[in-house]
């Protein structure tokens, strides 16, 4: 008898103590990234590395006895903006109220209004374009909507950066025509013209990839030729504001097209994409100099370990790397809501997100972020920042060229831009690289000394 009654104490004890007591909250968070279209590469890349993410959050809530746990619910939007609303409604429906992403800068102007009328917060790892271009007047149109990433303001700074120390006079544009390639656009346009380079052509494509290329390839070479004839190949690019799409124009490009005779220079919507596969051959003769936000933290090489023990790869692209810290900040702010206000309230919410992501920064939680120090502006939008600038190198691999500092405004490179011209009789490199000229007087000297030579050798003989 006495052996029941202490099981039965036990049992009581058990089921009273905190850990039972307290039951755990599920903290849901959307996930809206691309898994099937042309930011595929990153978006399947977000997705592996927030399910580390998941399982750090959890881990840290269980060592702190906090009663809650994050899960996230994963839905493609094939960086359509279209879907990108539905999916936004779906998760509304659903009773979630935080996201993570979209990708795109088309996805986010496309669900502003609904996410602003609903009081939804959501996180863009990737999205850059200027708040202007999508749609926001003042900053607190945009108080719900957060970006851990720089914009295209930033961006364009290095990639006109990137133009000018190549010594190019002339580019031909290519860009999506959405809200993220026009905002590149419109955002360079200017800073282009302060350097004196001119804009020769400007080809934008719809946002519906085409499956025919042809126009678009004609139009482009065309371009390219009639800046050829007046600067010279070593003096005239092509700047692509694309996604992966852009290696398909390629692929459909004939492989002695003038396309493929002068640099190219990309951005942060094809930089280290896995489709340059499809186009070894091409590729790598004109580089694709393509820029992307890196800025690195102090869990940055603790995450890139847990990584490659899952098997994911070698290391998370930037943009992977933002939206783990989205989520970190995400969950951590909703716990300071629910301890600051006993309820979730969106409005509390978006006023703690700017100052949870300052002492996660710090490491005031305990934890680090993976993407280095996070400063918002007054935009919600992170406001420094680094831009790496890759390439495809020789092997049909992605290569650092270089970094451009965002406190110098000055790119610091480890292989700077040349193009290979070939013609039908000879082959001739183009660097930035000054050649080393003999001088007037040198080439002086070496004519009066062959004129003495030829005069004694004729009176030698007289």
Not at 131 to 148: E, L, N, T, V, W
Not at 287 to 314: C, I, N, P, Q, W
Request: neutral net charge; aromatic residues 12%.
């Amino acid at each position: 008898m006495r052996k029941v009654w202490v099981l039965s104490a036990l049992v009581i004890l058990f089921l009273l103590s905190p850990t039972v007591l307290a039951e755990k909250h599920t903290i849901r968070i959307g996930v809206l990234v691309d898994l099937s279209g042309d930011l595929s590469t990153y978006g399947k890349d977000i997705n592996n590395t927030l399910a580390i993410a998941k399982d750090r959050i959890n881990e840290y809530f269980e060592k702190h006895n906090l009663p809650y746990q994050v899960e996230f619910i994963v839905e493609d939007t094939q960086v359509n903006p279209t879907r990108a609303l539905e999916l936004t409604q779906d998760l509304y429906s659903k009773g979630i109220r935080l996201i993570i992403g979209p990708m795109g800068s088309g996805e986010v102007a496309n669900i502003k209004d609904f996410v602003t009328s609903n009081k939804i917060i959501i996180i863009s790892p990737s999205s850059t374009a200027l708040p202007q271009i999508i749609g926001f007047a003042k900053p607190s149109d945009k108080k719900y909507i957060f970006r851990f990433v720089g914009t295209d303001d930033l961006q364009t700074d290095a990639i006109a950066s990137e133009l000018k120390d190549v010594g190019i006079k002339a580019v031909v544009i290519i860009y999506r025509d959405n809200a993220w390639g026009r905002g590149l656009y419109e955002c360079i346009k200017p800073k282009l013209e302060k350097e004196g380079i001119v804009i020769g052509k400007v080809i934008p494509y719809p946002d519906q990839i085409p499956t025919d290329w042809s126009p678009y390839i004609t139009n482009a070479e065309n371009a390219v030729n009639d800046l050829i004839k007046k600067y010279g190949p070593d003096k005239v690019a092509v700047v692509a504001f694309s996604y992966e799409e852009i290696f398909s124009m390629m692929a459909q490009a004939d492989q002695n097209s003038v396309l493929f005779k002068v640099l190219w220079f990309g951005s942060d919507g094809n930089a280290k994409s896995d489709k340059v596969s499809e186009v070894c051959g091409k590729v790598e003769k004109v580089g694709m100099y393509s820029t992307l936000f890196s800025s690195k933290g102090k869990a940055y090489e603790d995450l890139v370990k847990e990584y490659r023990k899952r098997g994911y790869g070698d290391h998370p692209y930037q943009y992977a790397l933002n939206a783990y810290d989205a989520a970190w900040v995400l969950a951590l702010s909703y716990v300071e809501v629910i301890n600051k206000t006993g309820k979730y309230d969106p409005d509390v919410m978006a006023e703690t997100i700017p100052i949870v992501t300052e002492k996660y920064s710090k490491g005031e939680y305990g934890v680090y972020p993976v993407s280095g120090y996070i400063k918002l502006n007054e935009w919600n939008d992170r406001a420094s920042g680094d831009y790496a600038i890759w390439y495809v190198n020789k092997n049909c691999k992605w290569d650092l060229a270089g970094v451009w500092k965002f406190e110098t405004k000055t790119i610091e490179w480890k292989h700077k831009p040349s193009v290979t011209v070939t013609t039908a009789t000879t082959t001739a490199v183009y660097t930035t690289t000054p050649t080393t000229k003999k001088t007037p007087g040198f080439e002086g000297i070496l004519a009066v000394a062959g004129i003495l030579a030829v005069a004694y050798i004729v009176r030698r003989r007289a």
